[in-house]
């Protein structure tokens, strides 16, 4: 005769009522995991830059938000991170670029953006240019 032997009770595993294997902790994991997958989902939803546009077509680089700019794929950031480096080096009349500190100053900006969503892009460019600035004593022409 063998005498059939309960689980052991650390066991992941239990018998029910058929005899039958049954995992509980392991659905529940499962399907709180699954809660998490959907429920974050709309929250990592990427869009086109192109979405940002207005009906002609436009979008105003001046009004676009630290949450657009995180919500965009990465080569729509990474073309709007040139766009603007572009237009800020226009205006202090600089042809050159270093791209070592362009891609540190980019990445600073998204920082920036990831902890401060409501602020306006430019708006975190000129927090992250100026506190570059001041680290390095840099000091702008008047």
Known sequence: MNPIQPPKRNSARRLNANNEKEYPM????YMLCCAAVIVAAPAFAQVELKTYAGPDGYIDVQELTC???AGTFQ???DYLAAWYSGWYNGLAK???MQVSR???LQHEVIVYCQA???KKIIQAIDVVFKDYRADRGIKLKK
Do not use: C, T, W, Y
């Open 116 to 118: 401060n969503p409501g």
């Open 67 to 69: 949450a657009q700019l």
């Open 75 to 77: 080569e729509d950031a």
């Open 102 to 104: 362009a891609r540190s």
């Open 94 to 96: 600089k042809h050159v």
């Open 26 to 29: 392991i659905a529940k994991k």
